[in-house]
C-alpha cells in the first residue's frame, strides 16, 4: 500500500546516485551552495560552574571563524558535565536562552548529554535583509547569486562550524554528536546532517514543507506558499518550481537520503497540517530504499500511514508522530534519548 502511494507521486529515485550527487543536486536548485569552510577557535567568554545544582557547567563561547571571504564570530552555549566524556546535541534554536522551552537543558545532562546550542538571529537575521551578520560578510554588497545559498544554508554553515569547535573539546564524545532542529530550524538539521560526515544522527523537528516532506502533492504549506513569504531561506532558482512540483529532478526524501551516511530522524506532530505529517512519513519511506541499498536498516515501519502515539525506532532512519501542535516539545526530545539509546 505504501509503495502504490509512493509510485502514483511519481518520485524521482534516489538510488543509483552518489550521495555527492544528491546534495549537488539539492543545493543547486533548492538551498543555494554554502561559502567554504573557515578556520576556527572558541573563545570563552564566561563558565557558570555550578549550573544544574552542580551536576554541569554552562559556558557562553564565542565561535570566530576566518574564512576566505572574512571572518565572523558568533555567541553559543555550552552545557556539558565535566565529570564524564558525553554525546552532545547541536541544538539550533530560536532564541539563545539555557534553558529554552525548546531545550529542557537540565534533563538532557541528567540524560547524559552535553548540548550546544546558538541562536539563529546571532548567524543572520530571519529575513531577506543578506547585509546583516553572516549573510552581509558572506555577500559584501549584499545581494546573492542565483545559486548562491539563502538564510537556511547559512544557519547550517554556522552549525557546522559548532561542530568544528565541539570536535576541539576533549570532554565530548566526537563520535556522538547529533544536530538538531525544529520547523525552519529542523529543514536547516537536515541540509546539516546532508552535508557533515561528523554527525552521528540529524533530528528533524516537525520541519515540513521544504524539509522532511514530499513536496510533490502536498498538503498544506507548498512552494509557491513558502517562496512567496520565505523565498530568501532558499537559492533563488527554486522558485522556479512553485507549482510546477511534478517537474523537480529531486523530491525531499533525497534530503533524508544524503543523511545515509549517518542516522536521521523525523518528528511530527498530528495536528500540524501545514508540514503535512503524513508526507513527512512518505518522504521517509521512499529514503528508505536508499539506506537499504547502501546495506543498511533504513525505514522500519508498517504498511499504513501513522497514526499518533506511532514510534518507529528499529532503522537508521527513526520517526514518530505525536499528538498536538507544532513545537518542540519534551516529549520529542524523550522519543530522541530513546531512539539514540536504543541503537
Ligand atoms: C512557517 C513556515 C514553515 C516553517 C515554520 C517555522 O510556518 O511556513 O515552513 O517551518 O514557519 O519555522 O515555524
Known sequence: MMKNLLLSKGLPSPCGKSRNELTETLLREEYGFLPEAARVSGEILSVEKNFCAGKAKLEKINICCEGSFGSFSFPVSFSYSPNQKTPCFVHINFRADVPDR?????????SGYAIISFCYHDVTMDNNDF???LAGVVYPDGSKGNRDCGKIGLWAWAAMRVIDYLCTRPEIDTSRICVVGHSRLGKT??????????IYCAFSNNSGCSGAALSRNKKGETIEKICGKFGYWFCD???????????????QHWLLAANSHHKVYVA????????????EYLSCVGASEYFEAEGKKGFVHPDRLPIAGDCFHEGNIGYHLRSGKHY????DWQLYIRFLERQ
Request: proline share 6%; no cysteine.
Open 102 to 110: 525548546y531545550q529542557p537543558t537540565e534533563e538532557l545532562i541528567d
Open 328 to 331: 518542540l516539545s519534551r516529549e
Open 131 to 133: 547585509r546583516g551578520g
Open 189 to 198: 538539521a537536515l541540509l546539516t546532517g546532508a552535508l557533515d560526515e561528523r
Open 237 to 251: 532558482a527554486y522558485k522556479d518550481y512553485a507549482n510546477r512540483e511534478s517537474e523537480l529532478p529531486f523530491d
Open 268 to 279: 511530527s506532530a498530528e495536528e500540524d497540517l501545514w508540514a503535512d505529517p503524513d508526507n
